[in-house]
């Protein structure tokens, strides 16, 4: 039995490597879910059928690797297609505090506990003492009790001092 080369020694990083590059070529090709399901049931099939069928190896390899890089475009479009509307693309702005330039999509609810919340639509982010953060995507904004002088309604453009948090997950039904 010969064990050298890269198949043999690790194939999780095989299955890793796979993934993201499935990962990558969904977020630049921004090809439909639709056809990842498509590519991933056919390559799954397809090596299925070669390991019944009892032929080369080389094919049913292929075909894993098929499947791997179709299911890393399924997850790319689970995690970034299918987020909540408070989703912002740039990941780096989580966690930091600064001016956020927004517009009111809807009238501020006022919550049991006495906070408002509002979903707005993000434009910049100004941290001090650093460069200005051009931002897409909505944000769920939570006013705290504590602030009296909020006023704004649905169409209204905001600059408000605040903290950008991650959204948490959605909680099972």
Not at 44 to 60: D, E, M, N
Not at 64 to 72: A, C
């Amino acid at each position: 039995m010969d064990s050298s080369g890269l198949r043999r020694r690790c194939p999780a990083l095989l299955a890793a490597l796979s993934l993201a590059i499935g990962i990558v070529c969904s977020d630049t090709l921004r090809l439909p879910v639709e056809l990842w399901l498509t590519a991933a049931g056919a390559a799954w099939t397809g090596g299925f059928l070669t390991y019944r069928c009892r032929i080369r190896s080389a094919v049913i390899s292929w075909c894993v690797w098929g499947t791997l890089l179709s299911l890393g475009g399924l997850r790319h479009h689970q995690y970034t297609r299918l987020l909540p509307a408070e989703h912002i693309r740039r990941a780096e702005v989580y966690g930091l505090k600064g001016e956020l330039t927004a517009c009111l999509l809807e009238d501020p609810v006022t919550l049991a506990d006495g906070r408002r919340r509002v979903r707005v639509r993000s434009e910049s982010l100004q941290p001090p003492d650093s460069p200005l953060i051009r931002l897409e995507g909505d944000i769920l904004l939570t006013i705290s009790a504590d602030v009296t002088h909020f006023a704004a309604d649905a169409g209204d453009r905001i600059r408000i001092l605040c903290r950008v948090i991650r959204p948490q997950p959605a909680r099972n039904p």
